[in-house]
């Protein structure tokens, strides 16, 4: 099968070069928005192309040159994903992936992949272009090569470069995904094949907090949204957020707001 290079895909338009987009768009709705918000913004990357499959994807590949695929999934992340497993056969021309869901499994696929980025949920006008501009140092022409990345903001998955900010946003999505189980770095840390240490510095470095922190923050915001938007039981919010110990909760929630959880879902009843 003939290998596609990406390279310096530009068009010459306004006195300046434009990066051309490959727009795989499967609602076939938003080519209109995003080409609206890249001439508000002046984005020097327009829209060459939009196709609404994987296949129809590939053969524009074939017919002219891009400088990044941008694939829209109409909030079918599977569908996204396979767009990826066939273009990867064929080229390694930057992939962002927009509105799937933010789930760990779902963006690990996406990692392994290479994907360059992976935006969920509804689209996000300014993460997209800080997205694409984030791209241009890959894309700049006559540039030396070097990596993109700082040596310190990179980690490996499945024997791939991945920057470490990507491997940290796969974390945060599986902890939000299992909060009611037994979560651990370690177990993390097993799962995509790294040292524990070495990545509990990475998300310390990455999020200003350590991972153990981060867990207990998510893990009382979600108690506090369901004291107060839910009629569960004290012991049932707390086997939610992952304590089998509902003294130990009452202990770390009384902790971490500042009162128990009865005085809080009182206060804000009463508030309300």
């Known amino acids: 099968m003939k290998i596609l290079r990406f390279g310096i895909y530009q068009l010459k338009a306004r006195d300046c070069f434009m990066y051309n987009i490959l727009l795989v768009d499967f609602s076939r709705c ?26 129809n994807a590939i053969s524009a590949l074939f017919e002219q040159p891009f400088s990044v695929v941008l694939v829209s999934t109409g909030g079918c992340a599977a569908a996204g994903l396979w767009v990826c497993h066939h273009i990867r056969k064929i080229s390694q021309i930057p ?32 993460a997209l272009l800080d997205s694409l501009n984030r791209l241009k140092s ?6 030396p090569m070097r990596n993109p ?25 599986y902890v939000l995904d299992h909060l009611s189980g037994d979560i651990t770095l370690k177990k993390i840390s097993d799962m995509v094949h ?23 923050q998510q893990r009382m915001e979600k108690a506090k949204l369901l004291l ?30 500042g009162e128990s959880p009865n005085a809080y879902r009182k206060q804000r009843a009463f508030t309300a």
């Open 149 to 173: 990345f700082s040596e310190r903001s990179i980690l490996q998955l499945d024997g791939r470069h991945i920057p470490s900010a990507e491997v940290i946003k796969m974390i945060k999505a």
């Open 194 to 216: 790294f040292n524990g240490a070495y990545l509990g510095q990475k998300f310390k470095l990455e999020e200003s907090m350590s991972f153990n922190d981060y867990l207990l």
């Open 95 to 126: 992939i962002l992936i927009m509105g799937g869901h933010d789930h760990f499994q779902l963006v690990r696929k996406a990692l392994t992949y290479q994907v360059s980025d992976y935006l969920p949920g509804k689209l996000n006008a300014s």
């Open 228 to 257: 107060t938007s839910t009629d569960l039981r004290i012991y049932e919010i707390a086997a939610e957020v992952g304590y089998t110990d509902t003294d130990w909760f009452y202990k770390k929630f009384r902790a971490y707001a």
């Open 138 to 143: 890959r894309l700049e022409p006559e540039q």
């Open 30 to 55: 938003m080519f209109g928005e995003i080409q609206q918000l890249l001439r508000r913004s002046n984005s020097e990357y327009v829209i060459g192309d939009r196709v609404d499959c994987a296949r």
